[in-house]
C-alpha cells in the first residue's frame, strides 16, 4: 500500500513472508527533493531472513523503489552491504 505521510513524504508497506512486515518511507525536503529513506520492520529488526524471506523483501522493495521513481520522476540508486 502507498500513501502519503507528513503532506509530502511517500510511504508504502508491506508483508514479508509470514513473520515480517516491512515500511519504506521516503521523506520529501521542502521544494519536492527526496532527502531519504528509512526502512521500519515490525515487530522487530530481522536477523534470521530465510532464503525465500530475503527473495520476497527484495522483490517487493525494488517494486516500491521502482513506483516511488515512475511516481516522481527521481532515480534511485540502491547499494547492498
Not at 527533493?33 to 517487493?60: C, I, K, M, N
Request: net charge negative; with cysteine; glycine share 8%.
Amino acid at each position: 500500500m502507498t500513501k502519503r505521510v507528513n503532506g509530502s513524504d511517500w510511504q508504502r508497506y508491506f508483508t514479508v513472508g509470514d513473520r515480517y512486515r516491512c515500511t519504506l518511507t521516503m521523506t520529501i525536503a521542502p521544494g519536492g527533493t527526496p532527502s531519504g529513506l528509512r526502512v521500519e520492520w515490525e515487530p522487530d529488526f530481522p536477523h534470521d531472513l530465510s532464503d525465500f524471506e530475503l527473495a520476497d523483501y527484495r522483490r517487493q522493495r525494488d517494486a516500491c523503489l521502482a513506483e516511488w521513481q515512475q511516481q516522481t520522476g527521481f532515480g534511485v540508486a540502491l547499494i547492498e552491504a
